[in-house]
């Protein structure tokens, strides 16, 4: 007994509707009836005038009732180019996890699907997550510490990762056409998707395993799907079509949008044409000079629909391109797809209703591409319908696109609820300080969710039927760690040295915060573990309480009014197993160290090193006797008490220095080193003599003169 089937492919410029026969598993195409849109009613595949459209829907309804009787009940399709695809990564930290179960690995691939639904939503910025249907997503590949893997069940590690490709379907593009079906008094039988209806009956599953790109090209827009790896892995859509060609041919044969219609369509079986312009000229013009004429237009749809393919197929081309459509008949648009996509010509290829298995059409029917589309909706639908499913999620009653077998997790996707906060959360994580590394250790992980379908324990994978009720619990949280310090340590180190003769047995300590503990403590948050011996002889000394041999070693430094002096000649030295080492050097287990401490230096010692004079002298002959007449250059001071040359100096005290100007020596500096003795018998007057010249007090002298004092008596005076 045959089935009749009434279906509709409501396009951006015309409705088409269709009325088809089914015997067993052949198909017979009784009528089909199309009709424009009398207004802009639809947009990039959804209606935006709910009563415009229900108008073409409801005359072509009736007019296929005058025929064939009665419609109630019709299959239509949800348009390409209101599918969204969105690629996405989630990785989830399974560090002292206990292996990956199948349940772990659907939430990690459901939580991947969500992060893609919020980036569909992201990008239609008025929308949110849970306004698309997710119509079906792939897995693209598996990844465990980076590395990609087959499947991540009973695997363990640090970081495991899922990308999947999924594709969306904006719930209001489902509801506007129940709302328009409604109107023309039509009940919904069954729904597919254009590109799924196209690609149902040109690609079967056995042929989805290619990379091949399916191109449907219509009036205002060309809607592109790409098969791999055994599913539809990308939709796409470039808002340019044959209307492109047909405003192109109007403006070079000066015609009215019609007519140029019309031409186009000639130029598919005839190598001439006749046209009529605006003008009232007639005119044949041949193919040839017509497609070099719209020339720039043919090469501007293959670029756009070239540079979609291959930006949805990861930039590269497919292995095959089908063109379906009643635009896939412009004129050379194959091969300059073809070379656009570095394809051999034989790659791309037109597909007609005749590629159709089991499909005969009435004898007043034209058979083209165009009705490709529509068979194929007719077709899908029947076979694979696509109907609502209700289920109350946690109390809330949420609807379904029954594409595929549901599951307990699409039923979550569809209520937004996130999947990354059902898993309880970790403990909280530890960080410590060890030795000066900072650790971190995480915290227990939190367990799985609890899912009850209709009062039973379910999984993310259980499939769901109409009217289900589902209860989703959030799992418990987790605690955090209890570890001892000893598990972060291996064990506690210890060394044996001599120092100057003495053996010392050096043991490392156990510090936290800074106070001595026992290696089997418990750790908390934001310790400092330190646990080491002393890595350099300095700290070995200091650990020791031997502070005062690395003043020893360390070079003899003084501060000389605030500015620092080194008297390296004055530092002591390491030995270490008789080699001459450095403080910062470090020492093995039963070392031998000897610490030879220098001589203390003097202040005459500070001046060799800052090459400065405390004295200036001169050698003079007085009255016969040679002597040497001396003046302060520098004056060094500790604490206001005045230093000689040959005190000793103190590590890392602070000394003031005064300097004099050095001036020339004169005949009164004398008297500051020598006692002059006046003659009894005198009159208090005096001859000053140098170089036995008379001269005065203030006559500069020089290293080796004779100076002299005479004092006259009376007699000499007579």
């Known amino acids: 007994m045959s089935e009749k089937i009434f279906a509709l492919d409501i396009g951006t410029r015309s409705v088409v509707g269709i009325i088809l026969e089914k015997n067993e598993e052949s198909y017979h195409v009784k009528d089909i009836l199309s009709k424009e849109h009398t207004e802009r009613a639809m947009l990039d595949g959804q209606i935006h005038d709910v009563l415009s459209v229900s108008k073409v829907i409801q005359q072509i309804k009736e007019e296929l009732e005058e025929k064939h009787g009665e419609l109630k009940k019709v299959c239509v399709a949800a348009a390409g180019r209101a599918l969204k695809t969105e690629r996405a990564m989630v990785s989830v930290n399974i560090q002292g996890k206990p292996m990956m179960n199948k349940d772990d690995i659907l939430h990690l691939e459901l939580s991947a699907v969500q992060q893609a639904q919020s980036s569909v939503a992201e990008k239609m910025t008025d929308e949110k997550s849970y306004h698309y249907y997710c119509v079906g997503y792939s897995v693209l590949y598996y990844r465990l510490d980076g590395q990609e893997i087959g499947s991540l069940i009973d695997q363990s590690g640090e970081e495991a990762s899922v990308e999947i490709i999924a594709t969306f379907l904006p719930k209001v593009v489902v509801e506007s056409l129940l709302a328009a079906l409604k109107r023309a008094d039509l009940q919904l039988e069954a729904l597919t998707l254009e590109p799924i209806a196209a690609i149902n009956v040109l690609i079967p599953p056995s042929m989805r395993r290619l990379n091949v790109a399916l191109v449907d090209i219509g009036a205002g827009t060309s809607d592109i799907a790409i098969t791999d790896m055994g599913t539809v892995i990308a939709y796409g859509m470039v808002p340019i079509a044959g209307d492109e060609i047909t405003e192109a041919i109007s403006d070079q044969l000066l015609l009215d949008f019609p007519l140029a219609e019309e031409a186009k369509r000639q130029l598919h079986t005839q190598k001439e044409i006749s046209v009529t312009d605006i003008l009232g000229f007639e005119t044949s013009i041949s193919r040839e000079e017509i497609i070099e004429q719209i020339s720039p237009a043919l090469h501007k749809l293959a670029d756009s629909i070239s540079a979609e393919i291959l930006s949805l197929n990861n930039n590269k081309p497919p292995k095959a391109v089908m063109l379906v459509g009643g635009g896939s008949l412009t004129p050379e648009l194959p091969r300059l797809l073809a070379e656009k996509l570095h394809l051999p010509s034989n790659r791309v290829a037109i597909r007609g209703i005749d590629a159709i298995a089991n499909l005969t059409l009435s004898d007043h029917l034209a058979k083209g591409p165009e009705l490709v589309t529509p068979i194929g909706i007719a077709i899908a639908a029947n076979r694979n319908p696509i109907q609502y499913v209700s289920v109350t999620v946690n109390g809330q009653s949420i609807r379904l696109f029954d594409m595929k077998k549901l599951t307990v997790g699409d039923c979550l996707l569809a209520a937004g609820i996130k999947m990354n906060k059902l898993y309880g959360k970790p403990g909280m994580a530890m960080i410590v300080n060890v030795n000066g590394q900072t650790i971190t250790i995480p915290g227990i992980h939190g367990s799985a969710p609890s899912i009850y379908l209709n009062g039973k324990s379910a999984s993310l994978d259980d499939e769901v039927k109409n009217g289900d009720i589902l209860v989703a619990e959030k ?215 140098k170089n036995n010249k008379e001269t005065t007090f203030h006559e500069q002298i020089e290293p080796g003169d004779d100076l002299r004092i005479l004092w006259p008596t009376a007699s000499n005076r007579q």
Request: with cysteine; aromatic share 6%; glycine share 4%.
């Open 475 to 689: 799992g418990e949280d987790g605690k955090q760690s209890v570890i001892k310090i000893e598990e972060l340590i291996d064990n506690i180190p210890r060394k044996t040295v001599k120092i100057n003769g003495t053996r010392y047995e050096i043991e490392a300590v156990v510090k936290r915060n800074g106070e001595t503990v026992s290696s089997e403590e418990i750790i908390a948050d934001r310790d400092t573990i330190v646990c080491k011996l002393p890595e350099t002889i300095e700290q070995l000394l200091e650990s020791l309480r031997l502070k005062h041999l690395i003043s020893t070693i360390k070079p003899f430094t003084v501060f000389v009014n605030d500015r620092i002096i080194q008297l390296s000649t004055f530092t002591g030295k390491i030995l270490k197993n008789g080699i001459e080492v450095r403080l910062t050097s470090g020492y093995e287990d039963h070392d031998e160290l000897i610490i030879k401490s220098p001589a203390i230096p003097t202040v005459s010692d500070l001046c060799n090193a800052l090459n400065i004079k405390m004295h200036h002298s001169i050698p003079v002959s007085f009255n016969g006797k040679r002597i040497v007449l001396s003046k302060v250059l520098t004056e060094f001071y500790r604490n206001d008490q005045l230093l000689a040359e040959n005190d000793s100096l103190i590590n890392g005290e602070n000394i003031k220095m005064v300097q004099h100007k050095m001036e020339p020596f004169i005949f009164q500096d004398l008297f500051r080193h020598v006692e002059v003795d006046m003659p009894q018998t005198t009159n208090a007057r005096f001859i000053l003599l």
